[in-house]
């Protein structure tokens, strides 16, 4: 027997998270597209390897931190190479890897672009909650995570997993 649809109240609470969180990033990638020049996977490359120590990261390392298959990975950093954002050099400690290093240029995209992505988050989602509901959202999203985390855990325990 499959399992069981959803109730009229969950369904409805279901509904209206995918809503807000299509709209909410469909918003916020706009906005970034519009002001920088960065497509929201863009941006995600650049924050990840801004923060890392030396701007650069393994390419697998950044693969987690994005959770992106490798496939798609290799395609989009393919595409920023070829705008002079990244580039992908040998690994120092492992002659079979390859790091992902930020470039001057991607730099000043991401110093240009950060305090804009901020101010558009503020506008589109933290002015439009209350600090209650912030704190209530931030509790529902850690709890939503800490029970993903722990499948997925369950998934790489499991014989036969894939990792």
Not at 129 to 146: D, F, M, N, V
Request: proline share 4%; aromatic share 6%; glycine share 6%.
């Amino acid at each position: 027997m499959g399992a069981p649809w959803l109730d009229p109240a969950d369904e409805c609470v279901w509904r209206r998270f995918l809503d807000m969180q299509v709209r909410l990033r469909s918003r916020l990638s706009r906005d970034l597209q519009q002001h920088t020049g960065l497509s929201e996977a863009d941006y995600e490359v650049l924050v990840h390897l801004s923060e890392s120590p030396g701007r650069c990261l393994r390419v697998f390392e950044l693969a987690e931190a994005t959770r992106w298959e490798k496939s798609r990975l290799s395609h989009h950093l393919t595409r920023m190479c070829g705008r002079g954002l990244v580039r992908r050099a040998g690994c120092p400690t492992d002659s079979r890897g390859t790091v992902v290093e930020l470039t001057d240029a991607g730099w000043d995209s991401i110093v240009r672009a950060a305090p804009l992505h901020a101010g558009h988050v503020r506008q589109w989602f933290v002015e439009a909650l209350t600090p209650a509901q912030r704190a209530c959202l931030g509790e529902i999203s850690a709890a939503l995570s800490t029970h993903l985390a722990t499948a997925d855990d369950t998934d790489r325990a499991e014989p036969g997993a894939t990792t």
